[in-house]
């Protein structure tokens, strides 16, 4: 075992080391005002080179003292703190991107809901923007149409100062095809020949799911900025919702889909670069779900706009479920809140991506 003389040896040494630096003179430390001191502030002489660590160590010590009166900013309420923070979410009308909007909804912000389907936006507003601390609202629009972003911005700058956080969900899924062949013949005919295999199906994919994220990110990023000058200590934040299908080895019977993501994955990476180049004070993340319940994975969503996958059909995943609403709740809030995460993708996948290899 180690004796209290070595580990006490290192400090010595520092303290003869740096000695040259202890050299006698006057300087200003700050102390915390005291009963009998009114001032925060005095002037300590220290010709002992002793005394001073002793005075440095007693500041030290009220510095910790301090700090565990800080406890507050661990609450739950203040690290995942969204309350009265504005919010956009593209396809805010079903499955993750559902999800997304009441995580931050039920804890107090202003969540405005973006979908084709006018209907789809009004049920969610009624099933789930009742009775919450904070508030949903829907604005139908194509958000792979330029100018129908154009009008976005304009109708959110005409009723709010910033928006905080932009969340650019909306995706689509495109064909499938069948991989598996015994031959190049049978892979050839399934994956050219097959009436389904289309130039057109990969470009559509690729449109709402890579350029999308870029213009709406572009559109809004005044708006985004003014969020971080307006909030002292956070910054304004765009999360992309890409996939585990941007990262695996398989391209799960649709080519087009995961090379989709595999952009979105790189293009959130050169988003957060290019903003913070520019020392705009906007943090760019994506979340990588696994498989969750959504009318793209379960074909369709009930009165509620709520989506249901059957447990055992992924039975292989490590979590050996589909992904729960809590989850991407978790997730959502922890990349809306972090004001230290920025360029990051971060897959909430119940292990999917251990299962199927990267
Ligand atoms: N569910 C999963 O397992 C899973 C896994 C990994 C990644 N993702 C990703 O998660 C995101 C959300 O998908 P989801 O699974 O939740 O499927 P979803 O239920 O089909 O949600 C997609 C939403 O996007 C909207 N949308 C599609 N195109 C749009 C457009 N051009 N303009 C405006 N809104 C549009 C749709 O509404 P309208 O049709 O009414 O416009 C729909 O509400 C997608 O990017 C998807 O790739 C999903």
Redesign the pocket.
């Known amino acids: 075992m180690m004796s209290l003389q070595k580990l006490r040896a290192p400090l010595t040494a520092v303290t003869s080391r740096h000695a040259a630096f202890l050299k006698p003179r006057s300087f200003p430390i700050s102390t915390p005002p005291t009963s009998s001191s009114s001032s925060s502030s005095m002037t300590i002489s220290s010709s002992n080179p002793n005394n001073r660590l002793q005075q440095l160590h007693r500041q030290f010590s009220t510095t910790t003292a301090n700090m565990s009166q800080t406890n507050n900013n661990f609450l739950m309420s203040e690290v995942f703190n969204v309350k009265g923070k504005v919010a956009l979410i593209?396809?805010?009308?079903?499955?993750?991107?559902l999800m997304a909007t009441q995580a931050l909804a039920v804890n107090g912000a202003k969540v405005y809901i973006?979908?084709?389907?006018q209907e789809?936006l009004d049920t969610v507003v009624k099933t789930h923007g009742q009775d919450i601390a904070g508030e949903i609202i829907p604005i139908v629009?194509?958000?792979?149409s330029k100018s129908e972003i154009a009008k976005l911005v304009k109708e959110i700058e005409s009723r709010e100062k910033c928006l905080c956080i932009l969340i650019n969900?909306?995706?689509?899924?495109g064909n499938t095809q069948q991989t598996e062949a015994k031959t190049a013949e049978e892979m050839k005919k399934n994956l050219f020949d097959d009436e389904s295999s289309t130039f057109d199906d990969w470009v559509n994919t690729y449109r709402?799911?890579v350029p999308?994220l870029f213009f709406m990110t572009m559109a809004f990023l005044p708006l985004l900025q003014k969020s971080s000058e307006t909030h002292h200590g956070y910054s304004g934040t765009v999360i992309n919702?890409?996939?585990?299908?941007g990262i695996v080895q398989s391209s799960q019977h649709h080519f087009g889909y995961n090379a989709s993501?595999a952009a979105a994955i790189h293009l959130t990476k050169l988003l957060a670069s290019e903003i913070a180049e520019n020392d705009l004070k906007i943090r760019v993340n994506s979340i990588?779900?696994?498989?969750?319940?959504?009318?793209?994975?379960a074909g369709e969503?009930g009165e509620d706009q709520k989506?249901h996958i059957e447990k055992d059909k992924y039975a292989k995943v490590p979590a050996k479920r589909p992904g729960k609403d809590q989850d991407m709740a978790g997730a959502v809030l922890f990349t809306a809140a972090n004001q230290y995460l920025n360029g990051q993708t971060i897959a909430v996948d119940g292990g999917y991506i251990l299962h199927a290899g990267a």
Not at 141 to 144: I, K, P, Q
Not at 169 to 173: D, E, K, L, S
Not at 288 to 297: D, L, Q, R
């Open positions: 593209t396809g805010g009308g079903s499955g993750i991107g973006v979908g084709r389907t789809k629009a194509d958000v792979t969900n909306a995706g689509i899924a709402t799911n999308q919702i890409s996939s585990i299908s993501k990588a779900p696994g498989v969750f319940p959504s009318e793209m994975t969503s989506s």
